[in-house]
């Protein structure tokens, strides 16, 4: 309601433009700092890899044993990137269903229900709470209404947006 965000990766750039949803002629573009770019490819590493194949991107997986968590007893597994840039992953012992992502920061990603799309299983909602730089507790709730998979898009679509002087 407030604003349409887009958030753009190309390699090693990053841009974030927040445009007003009545006005498309109103938009602010940010271009992304070295930390967010490099916590912007983790996550993406994260949401798009299933858990494999982390070294290719210069990451290790750690094994940190069992323990239990709201009651299930879980195994958690530590999917590092770099030394502050860690997601914990909390992986139901008896199903193998993910339970709970942690970040090195203390943030925690939920997911809830499931779509299912040519024969790949994606989370249909994602809870996300941190806290804010004042210690309040910010939650963000994503709900996916269509997933689409391995379609391809112009590079130039992922590019810095030029700025357009009148």
Known sequence: ???IEMTGLNGYEGWQRVQDPKDSSRWQLTLLSKE???R??????????????IERVGGTVEDQGST??????????????????IFFRYFDEATGRL???ETEA???????GEMMVQGVRFPQRLITSSKNSEGHEITVSITFEKIT??????ESLF??????VN
């Open 99 to 101: 339970v709970l992502t």
């Open 149 to 154: 998979l391995n379609e391809t898009f112009p």
């Open 1 to 3: 309601e407030k604003g």
């Open 40 to 53: 912007l490819r983790a996550n993406t590493w994260e949401n798009l890899s299933f858990f494999r194949g």
């Open 106 to 112: 203390g943030g925690h990603i939920r997911e809830e």
């Open 36 to 38: 967010q770019i490099k």
């Open 68 to 85: 239990t968590l709201h009651g299930v007893k879980v195994h958690k597994v530590a999917f590092i990137h770099s030394p502050d840039i």
């Open 159 to 164: 590019a810095v947006p030029a700025l357009s």
